[in-house]
């Protein structure tokens, strides 16, 4: 196996949760893996190994993306316009527009098409920094469509340098369909949906929106209850719009994150603390909603919570194509810090998608997914808004050509 030596670079690992700085760092990586990292001047002698000078760069783990909704048909600029006149989310949705749109959109939509609009937003993503990304169905809403979606998600993983988990949103909405028969449509993902796309090898994981517009508590449970008969782990959008103690919930069923939470309470962290789930939080929606209820940040820190941090890409609520800039708002708008930031986009991250024995820090025998920055520091990250700061990809130990 090919065994190659990065060096001239400093290393944020981020092991810890912490930077966790190595100056002059040197990255040994065999195959798809690291082999051993530490500073340059401890490295033992590699033979037959291919040296790469980095050019003082800092390297951080390649950024994980652990919330979005990369794969729909249309958009809904026309939506954000309507809101901008004063006309508010839930009034679009009851309207017929909203999620629902998306749902027409995304159904009227090949599977060729999909992909070759989702493949564009998830190279704005991968420009960025992104190596691993979480990508949800929820636009589909009966099983042939949500079946597309998650294909488009698996054919993406396939195709382009990146890792793809693909996670099932069936109890995303209502569709149409089901109009007033909410109980029927969960008894249909439960009976029907979750079964057959499992079986097609199709999910990594279970996802369900508890809110007092889509899923009660009760109705979630029921879904959680046939992931965890199906063998996958379960992750939940709780308390974005009120607190229906959607997390503590998720926290019962060992969800792997809670998302959103706003709204979320003091018993809420203490239940997500115990159980391990963590706390993904998406500052581009937030942002986009002019929401002004803050997640309780100091709750999450007092009970050790892990945060993650992510785009939540998606038409209706956060258009947004650049994790960085999801860092940034993380530190403006919850007034965490660069380092809290990145620790939520790399091993908070991972943990949110159950990769953390593969994924989401520099350490040997994980994946050797970097980035190399042209930064002077790692606050940068968090500093600049967007934009291209001067990168080298390497995926499993591989450079990525954009
Ligand atoms: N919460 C969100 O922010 C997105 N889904 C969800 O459950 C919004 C999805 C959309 O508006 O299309
Ligand atoms: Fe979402």
Redesign the pocket.
Request: proline letters at 4%; hydrophobic letters at 45%; glycine letters at 8%.
């Given at each position: 196996m090919h065994k190659r030596i990065w060096q001239n670079c400093h290393a944020a690992t981020m092991v810890g949760g912490t930077y966790s700085i190595i100056e002059d760092a040197a990255i040994v990586t065999v195959g798809e893996r690291i082999d051993w990292i530490g500073p340059r001047n401890e490295i033992l002698a590699q033979q037959g190994a291919e040296v790469i000078d980095l050019g003082g760069a800092w390297v951080t783990p390649g950024l994980i993306d652990c919330h979005t909704?990369t794969v729909f048909g249309g958009n809904?600029s026309g939506e954000f316009e309507q809101r901008l006149q004063g006309v508010s989310y839930a009034e679009i949705a009851a309207a017929g527009g909203?999620?629902a749109s998306?749902v027409r959109a995304t159904r009227a939509a090949s599977e060729d098409q999909l992909f070759a609009s989702a493949r564009q937003r998830l190279d704005a993503l991968r420009r960025d920094g992104v190596t691993t990304v979480e990508i949800k169905s929820?636009?589909g809403l009966d099983l042939a469509n949500e079946a597309k979606m998650l294909r488009v998600a698996r054919r993406l993983g396939a195709e382009l340098p990146v890792t793809v988990r693909a996670t099932c949103l069936a109890a995303?909405a209502l569709p149409p369909e089901y109009l007033e028969r909410a109980d029927d449509y969960i008894a249909h993902i439960c009976d029907e949906m979750l079964p057959a796309l499992a079986a097609e090898g199709l999910v990594d994981a279970v996802d369900a929106?508890c809110?007092y517009l889509?899923f009660s508590p009760a109705q979630v449970e029921r879904v959680f209850i046939k992931a965890q008969a199906l063998g996958l782990p379960v992750k939940l959008?709780a308390e974005?719009l009120s607190s229906l103690a959607g997390s503590t919930l998720a926290a019962r069923y060992q969800a792997l994150s809670a998302d959103?939470l706003e709204f979320m309470t003091e018993a809420d962290a203490i239940a997500m603390a115990a159980s391990g789930t963590v706390a993904v939080l998406?500052p581009g929606?937030f942002y986009f909603l002019r929401e002004t209820q803050l997640p309780p940040m100091d709750a999450l820190r007092a009970h050790g919570v892990a945060i993650a941090i992510a785009s939540?890409l998606?038409?209706?609520?956060?258009p947004g194509l650049s994790l960085r800039l999801m860092l940034n708002m993380a530190c403006t708008l919850f007034r965490m810090t660069p380092e809290e930031a990145l620790a939520g986009v790399t091993v908070h991250a991972a943990n949110a998608l159950g990769l953390q024995a593969s994924h989401g820090s520099l350490e040997a025998g994980k994946v050797a997914d970097f980035v190399a920055w042209n930064i002077e520091r790692p606050a940068d990250l968090a500093y600049w808004l967007g934009g291209d700061l001067g990168k080298r990809v390497v995926r499993h130990g591989l450079e990525v050509t954009f």
């Amino acid at each position: 196996m090919h065994k190659r030596i990065w060096q001239n670079c400093h290393a944020a690992t981020m092991v810890g949760g912490t930077y966790s700085i190595i100056e002059d760092a040197a990255i040994v990586t065999v195959g798809e893996r690291i082999d051993w990292i530490g500073p340059r001047n401890e490295i033992l002698a590699q033979q037959g190994a291919e040296v790469i000078d980095l050019g003082g760069a800092w390297v951080t783990p390649g950024l994980i993306d652990c919330h979005t909704h990369t794969v729909f048909g249309g958009n809904r600029s026309g939506e954000f316009e309507q809101r901008l006149q004063g006309v508010s989310y839930a009034e679009i949705a009851a309207a017929g527009g909203g999620i629902a749109s998306t749902v027409r959109a995304t159904r009227a939509a090949s599977e060729d098409q999909l992909f070759a609009s989702a493949r564009q937003r998830l190279d704005a993503l991968r420009r960025d920094g992104v190596t691993t990304v979480e990508i949800k169905s929820g636009y589909g809403l009966d099983l042939a469509n949500e079946a597309k979606m998650l294909r488009v998600a698996r054919r993406l993983g396939a195709e382009l340098p990146v890792t793809v988990r693909a996670t099932c949103l069936a109890a995303h909405a209502l569709p149409p369909e089901y109009l007033e028969r909410a109980d029927d449509y969960i008894a249909h993902i439960c009976d029907e949906m979750l079964p057959a796309l499992a079986a097609e090898g199709l999910v990594d994981a279970v996802d369900a929106f508890c809110e007092y517009l889509a899923f009660s508590p009760a109705q979630v449970e029921r879904v959680f209850i046939k992931a965890q008969a199906l063998g996958l782990p379960v992750k939940l959008h709780a308390e974005q719009l009120s607190s229906l103690a959607g997390s503590t919930l998720a926290a019962r069923y060992q969800a792997l994150s809670a998302d959103h939470l706003e709204f979320m309470t003091e018993a809420d962290a203490i239940a997500m603390a115990a159980s391990g789930t963590v706390a993904v939080l998406l500052p581009g929606a937030f942002y986009f909603l002019r929401e002004t209820q803050l997640p309780p940040m100091d709750a999450l820190r007092a009970h050790g919570v892990a945060i993650a941090i992510a785009s939540d890409l998606n038409p209706g609520t956060s258009p947004g194509l650049s994790l960085r800039l999801m860092l940034n708002m993380a530190c403006t708008l919850f007034r965490m810090t660069p380092e809290e930031a990145l620790a939520g986009v790399t091993v908070h991250a991972a943990n949110a998608l159950g990769l953390q024995a593969s994924h989401g820090s520099l350490e040997a025998g994980k994946v050797a997914d970097f980035v190399a920055w042209n930064i002077e520091r790692p606050a940068d990250l968090a500093y600049w808004l967007g934009g291209d700061l001067g990168k080298r990809v390497v995926r499993h130990g591989l450079e990525v050509t954009f």
